[in-house]
């Protein structure tokens, strides 16, 4: 792909990935096949600080972990009220990491 299309992909979306993975997906997306740019663009990402906000709001009822897809563990929270509030606060701290790992995930699909 063209390297000017890659950098403002990665400037305006830099928010969603961890910054140490910038570099990696930098470079897979500029190996990757322009058939696959339309996909890529249309990636649902989820943005790590409206989940922190949801989280924080209504954490001890697992909606946060449901909007990153972990609905498993969003069941799993809802039922326990949040780990007994103990997980929701953990959450706080890790669930923005877990939201650029799931968008970090997406976008390894289609590449």
């Known amino acids: 792909m063209d390297s000017q299309k890659v950098d403002m992909y990665l400037m305006s979306n830099s928010k969603f990935f961890q910054p140490s993975q910038l ?17 890529i663009q249309s990636a649902d990402l989820k943005d790590p600080t409206t989940i922190l906000i ?20 969003g069941v799993a929270k809802l039922l326990t009220c949040g780990g007994l509030g103990i997980w929701t606060i953990i959450d706080w701290f890790l669930i923005m990491d877990i939201t650029r790992q799931k ?6 699909a289609y590449l």
Request: glycine residues 12%; negative net charge; charged residues 25%.
């Open 23 to 39: 570099a990696y997906i930098r470079e897979r997306l500029l190996a990757a096949d322009e058939s696959k740019w339309m996909y």
């Open 103 to 108: 968008n970090m995930e997406k976008l390894q």
């Open 54 to 73: 949801v989280s924080i709001l209504a954490g001890g009822l697992g909606i946060d972990r449901f909007l990153v897809g972990d609905t498993g563990l």
